[in-house]
C-alpha cells in the first residue's frame, strides 16, 4: 500500500488544468502541501504533465502550479504531484492548509 509523505484534506476547491494531452477544469476533492486528487469530466493520462490555476477561497489571484504529474487516473478522476510552483505560492498554499481539519485515518 502506498504511503502518503503529507496528510490530506478534504476540500471542493475549483481548479483549471491545461498540458498536451488534457485541458479542462474540475473541482479539487483532496488536497495536501505536496499533490491533490481531482474531479473533472476530462480524463487524464498517468504521467502526463499539467499546468495548474488552484481558487482557494478569499484569494483574488488562483495559486498557479508551474508543473505537476497525473500520478493516477480512474475513469474521472485523477491524482496530481506538484512539482514546481513558486515560493509565493508555495506560501499561500501552505497557509490554507493549515486551516483545514484533518480527515480521519490521514497518515
Known amino acids: 500500500m502506498e504511503q502518503r509523505q503529507s496528510e490530506r484534506f478534504r476540500v471542493h476547491l475549483p481548479i483549471a488544468f491545461s498540458g498536451d494531452l488534457v ?3 474540475g473541482l ?3 488536497i495536501s ?3 491533490c486528487g481531482v474531479g473533472s469530466d476530462q480524463t487524464a493520462r498517468k504521467g502526463s ?3 495548474l490555476l488552484l ?3 478569499h484569494h483574488v489571484a488562483p495559486i498557479k502550479i508551474e508543473l505537476a504529474v497525473v500520478r493516477w487516473a480512474i475513469g474521472e478522476a485523477f491524482g496530481l504531484e506538484f512539482i514546481r510552483m513558486s515560493p509565493q ?3 499561500h498554499l501552505r497557509q490554507f492548509i493549515d486551516t483545514l481539519p484533518s480527515v ?3 497518515p
Open 104 to 106: 480521519p485515518g490521514s
Open 33 to 35: 502541501r505536496g499533490g
Open 23 to 25: 485541458e479542462g477544469d
Open 28 to 30: 479539487v476533492v483532496d
Open 89 to 91: 505560492h508555495q506560501q
Open 49 to 51: 504533465f499539467v499546468h
Open 55 to 57: 481558487y482557494l477561497p
